[in-house]
């Protein structure tokens, strides 16, 4: 069996149980040990699936000289069609796949106090990282769209069942948001299909390599104008769910209504689906293009940065300061692709993994004193070191690397965008990463300022004087995030080196081959 | 050996961090506090041990022009040709850098075993402390300007851990945001500063570095031997220079510095005195090839130093804390270092930056001594007479007192006197604009000697004016959760010999620690400045002969590390002590004229505020002429009332979901009819995307023959 089908499928597999065992369990009575029963094999099936991950990236191949995936199995899906039943990993997939199995056995770990229908959300927990897996693993169009469309529903659910008060409106925005984006991309997709076959000779596949391959180097396939809507169609499916500005507004109100481990999976993976399509997508498939909106995108996410930023900085709310300054990082990621440059890319890589870990984690924090106190705000908060130093320092810990604490993770991905886009030759991009570095004061001004008002200083509620600080469960969540934020921090190249060939070849079907440099003859 | 220089501290921070609290709970307050003092102190005395071997075993012995010692540890970062490692540069500058940071460090280290005693989260205290160490030791080793940011960042996130220390307390809280967000905005400028530094000389080294198998030589010797725009130069000078400010609390991005007294008194003294702030002025000297090359630079720095000098030492006499008047008289001090700086005095800057570390770390470390024998108490109008209280603070304190304010033969007449004169003399300049900073900084020498006597008579001279009633207000300034140990009113007493110790050797340090630098023209031969000098850059362009010898010297030079620019190898150390001889003569009545303003200035004080300890200044000195209020009108409220009302209430929420919503309502109503066909929440939507799907394919797959047919 292949390895990375494995990966994909063992959380589906998780969730039959899941069905079946509630039936075999029927005469038990005790709602508890039933719950707790659902609960532990959602947990022993994302703890499995991250563990054969791990042989993904120890069997990855990081001199593999591509195009197109390693580990990889094809076969085929439906023959009329074209379409292949076709996963494997490359460079960028590897890591965001290894991400999404990282994060939801924590994930897990953080819904253990849900307590309404444990059963079916934990079904629908283990759908979707299947759904996540196979977006990022998927190299057949039909097949990604297929995994990117199976994400939405579990995820509707989870916001609109098992979310707080305004719970149906949040998740209907979702929905709606993201369905409006995913149509108009699967529109693109089939004529994308169309006229590779045009260019292929009649053969028609939605083999994400041979696309690739016929769209980047036949420039004059697809008219310009036709071209240039396909690429719109494809973007706004991405930035949608990036989400990049103007079109983020879904973002706060998913964030606010989803439950934590929603919260978790939602900025750490999903917001990521965006940004790797664009990658995989946007970029190779329509490189002048891209190259032509490159300025107005840069434009789009420094203004993202800044806008988020601002915002973050003045929410009451803690889940939506958390949820804004996502919109704020994940400019810098939208900046560090359309820079095109080696650093940025691999900077924007880089960032999309470390946003997940450190955002993921500050929802995490967010959702451990809500189950105490049972509100997000701000204000009711206050002095809580005092009864939970625990805590505290991890959260300290986790908002610094948020921040872009040097030696924490999400120093380096902020830092190789800003160099990347400096240096980068799309017109003006200089001034981009003038403006987008702003986004580093700010970052630590709506971070600092709400760890002031959260952590430090005086109990001011009575409520809070008595919180107990975490149990064993909260930290076994928590502790990996952060051991994480460090590894990312000191040792980048861990992953930077597996992620460099694949990243420099998206790089160059836009750019060009790199011009050997003058003094390599020597 | 410099790896362990670096990493001692850090494990002693790791220790204590991780297993102090449980310490605390094994054996108690008393033995804790033995144990994490012992491995706190022990960690900086290995760094400290080593130190001093690596700089006067290894580096001193070494030729002069090549004293450079580089040890690779890792590499970090490597993307494309972008490369920053894990890897250290011991030469005379950051030699003397780690000497007086270990030194120092160990001395307050171990007076703060003893201020902190009786302190709850004493093992958090020095956990924190000794990633201070960590943090400033990367900074001045660092090879390259990444890992220098690492420590740059790392000792503001220590300093923003440790002004927090007091974590109950609202005014700490706020002054260690303060500290961090306005060092980022000074960050900010150094960030810019980096990239630039890559996009013009292709590495961000110190040294020279084998990057993708090309020799590549550092941006410095790249920026002394290499015909390069002074615009670029000029940039990143100035970028440079805005990091400086912020770390260094210059004008404009001075006003986090006074706050930051909210943290123990230790961390004033070590921290906010005698090493972080100074790391600006390190990075302006470590890259002064750039500067030299870009007077318009050069100038600004001059400025805002001498600005600042003057400016920060004219609020310090109007204020009435003691630790206020010492953060505004380091504020003024690193002004004068700064001056020396932006006239090319590289190595009078260093050597000021040495003394000041002496005898401010001793005068915070007095300041202390008097705060904990007060019972907590900061306010200098409730003290008065304490010199028979606390003879050893006092004595020390004295000297401490004539150092700062430049009084002949101490540490800090040396140091400042060397400036003033450069700045007098300096060619940097555009003509007189030397001696017109020369006239800023003997007025603000004069000041200096002026507010530091008025410290001194308001604390241990005059009536003992804190046996008055002073139930007013009380609770002042005093730390929050600190002191609880001593927290009851005895009289003023002496401190134990854990902080006297340390008051004693900063004493002695004080008093001859310029002899090190003293220059020819009195007689001296200025050692300091000989064994800096190669390690900066000079001002005045080399002759045209020199120069070339100085790239070929480079071209041969490409060894393990090409350092710092190499022009100075063959200077002649004769040479070295600047200037000819026509300027000595000069140069000596400039020594005598500096000398008669301190002595003026401290006669003037001795006799003004012996009569009037409790003068009040002028309201807007009292007010720090209410900068801090400036920016708050016309930065943080705006952009915080731009933020809530502007961006989120109405872009956010009026506009962008507002259109969201109509959309969406206009589809409900066009869908209402559907709705009812359907059941739950599932199917309905499944529907929706099969429908629509089915719906825009075959509209799609129409026009796309039709655009076939156009074809």
Redesign the interface.
């Known amino acids: 069996m292949n390895l990375i089908t494995i990966t994909t499928f063992l959380p589906l597999a998780g969730a039959v149980v899941l069905v079946f065992l509630s039936s075999l369990a029927s005469r038990e009575t005790d709602k508890e040990s039933l719950d707790n029963r659902y609960r532990w094999v959602a947990l022993i099936f994302t703890t499995a699936t991250f563990v054969v991950s791990l042989g993904v990236i120890a069997n990855f191949d990081r001199s593999f000289a591509g195009p197109g995936p390693q580990l990889a199995q094809k076969v085929p899906w439906i023959g009329s069609l074209g379409a292949n039943y076709y996963v494997g990993v490359d460079g960028v997939s590897v890591w965001l796949a290894l991400l999404t199995t990282f994060l939801m056995p924590i994930s897990v770990l953080a819904s253990w106090g849900v307590t309404k229908r444990v059963r079916e959300y934990m079904i629908f927990m283990l759908i979707l990282e299947t759904g996540m897996i196979g977006v990022f693993v998927a190299w057949d169009l039909l097949l990604f769209y297929l995994f990117f469309?199976i994400t939405l529903?579990p995820m509707?659910?989870l916001i609109?069942v098992w979310g707080g008060e305004r719970r149906i409106y949040a998740a209907?925005?979702f929905?709606?948001?993201t369905?409006v984006g995913s149509?108009l991309m699967?529109?693109a997709i089939?004529?994308v299909y169309?006229y590779n076959a045009k260019a292929a000779g009649g053969v028609y596949s939605f083999d994400i390599v041979e696309i690739t391959k016929n769209l980047s180097s036949n420039p004059g396939l697809i008219?310009e104008n036709?071209k240039l809507w396909l690429w719109m169609a494809f973007a706004l499916a991405f930035f949608i769910k990036v989400p990049l500005f103007?079109f983020?507004?879904?973002l706060p109100d998913a964030h606010v209504e989803a439950p934590t481990a929603g919260s978790i999976i939602l900025a750490g993976v999903l917001l990521k689906m965006g940004t790797y399509g664009l990658m995989r997508f946007n970029l190779p498939f329509f490189p002048d293009i891209s190259q032509k909106a490159a300025p107005y995108v840069m434009a789009l996410a420094v203004v993202g940065i800044i806008?988020g930023a601002?915002?973050a900085?003045?929410?009451p709310d803690m889940k939506k300061l958390v949820a804004y300054s996502s919109v704020s990082h994940l400019g810098f990621v939208v900046l560090g692709i359309f820079a095109f440059?080696?650093?940025a890319m691999?900077?924007a890589l880089f960032q999309m993994l470390a946003h997940g870990v450190s955002t993921g984690a500050l929802f995490l924090c967010v959702g451990i004193v809500y189950e105490r106190r049972h509100t997000r705000l701000i204000s009711e908060y206050g002095?809580i070191?005092?009864p939970m130093p625990q805590y505290s320092t991890m959260f300290v810990i986790i908002a610094?690397s948020s921040l872009g604490?040097?030696?924490l993770n999400g120093?380096?991905g902020e830092?190789?965008i800003?160099?990347g886009a400096?240096?980068s030759p799309v017109p003006h991009a200089r001034l981009f990463?003038?403006l987008g570095?702003?986004g580093?004061?700010l970052s630590?001004?709506y971070l600092?300022?709400m760890?002031?008002r959260v952590?430090?200083?005086?109990i001011t509620k009575k409520e809070n004087a008595e919180l107990k600080d975490m149990n064993a469960r909260e930290k076994l969540a928590l502790v990996p995030l952060i051991a994480m934020a460090v590894l990312m921090g000191?040792g980048?190249?861990l992953f930077?080196r597996e992620s460099?060939k694949s990243v420099n070849q998206v790089r160059q079907i836009v750019t060009g081959p790199d011009e050997k440099?003058v003094?390599?003859v020597? | 050996m410099l790896k362990i220089i670096v990493f001692a501290p850090l494990v002693g921070a790791i220790i204590n961090g991780l297993f102090g609290k449980r310490f605390l709970k094994l054996f108690g307050q008393k033995t804790t506090e033995r144990l994490v003092g012992f491995i706190a102190c022990a960690s900086v005395g290995v760094s400290a041990a080593l130190a001093f071997t690596a700089f006067f075993g290894r580096l001193w012995p070494l030729r002069r022009g090549e004293r450079i010692i580089t040890e690779h540890f890792f590499?970090?970062?490597?993307?494309?040709?972008?490369q920053a490692d894990f890897a250290y540069l011991l030469d005379p500058l950051s030699g003397i850098y780690i000497l007086f940071i270990t030194g120092v460090g160990l001395l307050i280290h171990i007076y703060a075993t003893g201020y902190m005693h009786g302190d709850p989260g004493y093992y958090r205290f020095f956990c924190y402390f000794n990633l201070f160490m960590f943090m400033m030791l990367t900074l001045v080793l660092a090879d390259n300007l990444?890992l220098l940011?690492?420590g740059w960042?790392?000792v503001g996130?220590c300093s923003?851990l440790l002004i927090?220390y007091y974590?109950?307390?609202?005014v700490a809280?706020?002054a260690?945001?303060k500290a961090?967000?306005v060092n980022?905005?000074g960050?900010?400028g150094f960030?810019?500063a980096?990239?630039?530094v890559?996009?013009t000389f292709g590495t961000i080294s110190f040294v020279t570095k084998n990057i993708?198998?090309?020799e590549v030589s550092s941006f410095l010797s790249q920026a002394t031997s290499l015909p390069v725009a002074v615009g670029a130069l000029t940039t990143i000078a100035l970028l440079f220079f805005v990091g400086a400010t912020g770390k260094s609390a210059q004008i404009p991005l001075f006003t986090w510095l006074p706050d930051a007294m909210a943290g123990p008194t230790p961390v004033s003294a070590l921290i906010h005195a005698a090493t972080m702030v100074t790391a600006g002025v390190y990075l302006v000297a470590r890259c002064s090839p750039v500067f030299v090359k870009a007077p318009t630079a050069m100038a600004v720095v001059a400025v805002i130093g001498a600005a600042t000098a003057i400016f920060a030492a004219t609020i310090g006499i109007a204020q009435n804390d003691i630790k206020k008047v010492l953060a505004y008289s380091t504020v003024s001090q690193l002004g004068y270092m700064f001056l020396a700086c932006g006239v090319g005095a590289f190595t009078a800057g260093i050597f000021h930056v040495m003394t000041h570390a002496f005898f401010k770390a001793l005068l915070f470390l007095g300041s202390g001594s008097v705060i904990h024998g007060m019972s907590n108490e900061q306010d200098m109008r409730r003290m008065g007479g304490l010199r028979k209280y606390m003879p050893i603070t006092f004595s020390t304190m004295f000297v401490g007192w004539l150092a700062i304010s430049g009084v002949p033969l101490l540490s800090g007449f040396f140091s400042k006197d060397e400036i003033l004169w450069r700045a007098w003399s300096t060619e940097a300049l555009p003509q007189n604009w030397g001696k017109a900073l020369w006239v800023v900084g003997a007025i603000t020498a004069v000041i200096t000697a002026i507010y530091m006597t008025r410290l001194m008579v308001m604390t241990f001279w005059g009536s003992e004016r804190f046996t008055e009633a002073h139930n007013d207000h009380h609770a002042g300034h005093a730390g929050g959760g600190h002191g609880d140990d001593h927290g009851h009113h005895g009289s003023p007493h002496e401190s134990g010999w854990l902080m006297t110790v340390p008051l004693v050797i900063l004493a002695m340090l004080s008093l001859v620690g310029g002899y090190v630098g003293v220059p020819a023209a009195l007689g001296g031969s200025n050692h300091f400045e000989e064994f800096l000098e190669p390690a900066v850059a000079k001002l005045k362009p080399a002759p045209a002969v020199d120069a070339g010898a100085a790239t070929t010297d480079l071209v041969a030079q490409v060894e393990p590390h090409g350092a710092v620019p190499s022009a100075e190898t063959h200077a002649a150390p004769a040479e070295a002590s600047h200037e000819g001889g026509h300027d000595v003569g000069t140069e000596r009545m400039f020594t005598l004229i500096s000398s008669v303003l301190a002595l003026l200035g401290i006669g003037f004080g001795l006799r003004f505020f012996s009569r009037n300890p409790l003068w009040r200044a002028p309201k807007l000195l009292e007010d720090k002429y209410r900068v801090d209020e400036l920016y708050n009108a016309t930065i943080v409220s705006p952009?915080?009332n731009?933020?809530?009302d502007g961006?989120?209430k109405i872009?956010?929420v009026k506009i962008?979901?507002g259109i969201?919503n109509g959309v969406?309502r206009l589809?409900a109503a066009l869908a209402g009819a559907l709705r009812y066909t359907q059941t739950g929440?599932?199917r309905n939507?499944?529907a929706?995307?099969l429908v629509?799907?089915i719906i825009?394919?075959g509209y799609?797959?129409v026009s796309?023959f039709g655009?076939r047919i156009s074809?």
């Open positions: 469309e529903i509707y659910f609109g209907i925005k929905f709606i948001y369905v149509l699967l529109v089939i004529a169309f008219p036709v103007p983020h507004t879904w806008y601002l915002v900085m003045v929410q440059t080696e650093q691999q900077g002095g070191a005092t610094l604490l040097p030696l120093f380096i830092f190789l800003l160099l400096f240096t990463a003038v570095a702003t580093v004061i630590a001004v600092l300022w760890l002031q952590i430090f200083g005086e000191v980048p190249m930077l460099e440099s003094g390599s020597r | 590499t970090w970062l490597k993307v494309g040709s972008f990444l940011f690492v960042e790392g996130l923003y927090g974590i109950k307390w609202d809280g706020s260690a945001k961090f967000i980022r905005i960050d900010f960030m810019i980096t990239f630039l890559f996009t993708n198998g090309h952009l915080e731009l933020s809530r961006l989120w872009v956010d962008i979901d969201v969406a589809f929440f599932a939507y499944a929706v995307i629509g799907a825009v394919i799609f797959i796309f655009i074809i």
